[in-house]
């Protein structure tokens, strides 16, 4: 027993000694991982923190999105949509059963020469807000700082941390992103932060998403969808059973593109990767939640989302809209990227 006590000591201490040798910067208007210029090509897994079985699916499908040119992966310690992970607890310290799913992420990646979106509030419709009514920006602030506190404690220097997710906890509560920032900021400033609000942030050190696009600073889009969406990609279109019936509780259409919707994400893509600083693949089939049996997150690239040529099998996308469809997934995005930029193959620190 001694022996095997004194072992896992020494895992734990190998692991703490590993962590950080891969490290996320900025210099100027562009990002640097290790030192060599980077642009962020990624997926969103906003709901990987909901079991450790999807920590675990996540982890096991590194290795599979690296060898397709992903070198990023965005997790959130709360919300998201359909999710409710409860990542704050109500004094707006860091629940230790998330923060040690997040630890295996940003462990895992940093293996892998990967950097993780460090995800902070996310206030949207979910539950992991029920708890959290009392707070203030004091509170607020607090978690954010604590993230970045844990951050730093542990050495993870392959991480970006967005503290506010497309400003709602700002829109619904009155809170300033500045405030935020510069609470990440007093903690420790070479933990990069990013502005994901319409607010003015001067302090920030890039913009992502809703964030303005600055000429001092990087911008990249965090939360990338197709255009040319039926009814909008985040509305109607992967929301319409949930907007009739409040007791559904996921995504409508999951993992569904049409031919020109695919179509439209990948020139936007292209033209985002020589324009900006990165471009993260947001998709009900990477996000959603477990309920009405779908079992998500799924983080298996599915399939090509191709529905045929007749007239009768291209408005397959519009039937049966709360199933599965056999061929949905995100598998054409992730194998246009493999072609057209490559496996992720990244340097080593120092």
Same mark, same amino acid.
């Given at each position: ?18 962590? &950080? ?14 030192? *060599? ?31 397709? &040119? ?8 709360? &919300? ?91 829109? #619904? ?37 809703? &964030? ?8 990249? #889009? ?21 907007? *009739? ?25 292209? *033209? ?33 989302? #191709? ?6 099998? *291209? ?36």
């Amino acid at each position: 027993m001694k022996a095997i006590f004194t072992a896992l000591i020494c895992l734990c201490v190998c692991a703490a000694c590993l962590a &950080g040798q891969h490290v996320f910067g900025i210099k100027g208007t562009k990002l640097f991982l290790n030192e *060599q210029a980077f642009k962020i090509i990624g997926v969103r897994c906003s709901n990987a923190l909901i079991s450790d079985r999807t920590t675990e699916q996540l982890i096991d499908s590194l290795d599979l999105y690296k060898s397709y &040119g992903v070198n990023t992966v965005s997790v959130f310690f709360m &919300g998201s949509r359909f999710g409710d992970v409860k990542g704050y607890r109500p004094d707006a310290s860091l629940d230790p059963v998330y923060m040690n799913r997040m630890a295996r992420v940003i462990e895992a990646a940093d293996e892998k020469g990967m950097v993780v979106i460090v995800g902070c509030l996310y206030w949207s419709l979910s539950k992991a807000k029920e708890n959290l009514s009392h707070w203030t920006q004091v509170e607020a602030n607090r978690a954010v700082a604590n993230a970045v506190k844990w951050l730093v404690a542990n050495k993870y220097r392959n991480v970006l941390v967005d503290p506010d997710n497309e400003g709602m906890a700002g829109r #619904d509560r009155g809170w300033n992103v500045e405030a935020l920032i510069a609470a990440a900021h007093a903690v420790d400033r070479s933990i990069l932060v990013a502005n994901n609000t319409r607010q003015k942030a001067l302090n920030s050190d890039l913009n992502i998403h809703f &964030g303005p696009k600055e000429a001092t600073k990087p911008w990249l #889009d965090s939360e990338a969808t197709p255009g040319k969406t039926p009814g909008g990609y985040w509305s109607r279109f992967s929301k319409q059973t949930y907007q *009739q019936d409040n007791t559904y509780y996921n995504y409508s259409r999951i993992g569904r593109y049409t031919a020109e919707m695919k179509a439209d994400q990948l020139r936007t893509m292209r *033209q985002h990767l020589e324009q900006y600083s990165g471009y993260v693949l947001a998709s009900t089939w990477l996000q959603c939640g477990p309920a009405q049996g779908v079992e998500g997150p799924f983080t298996a690239l599915g399939g090509r989302s #191709d529905f045929g040529s007749s007239t009768e099998e *291209q408005s397959a996308w519009n039937r049966n809209i709360d199933a599965v469809h056999s061929d949905a997934g995100v598998l054409w995005w992730f194998e246009f990227v493999k072609k057209t930029y490559g496996p992720w193959q990244p340097s080593i620190a120092g």
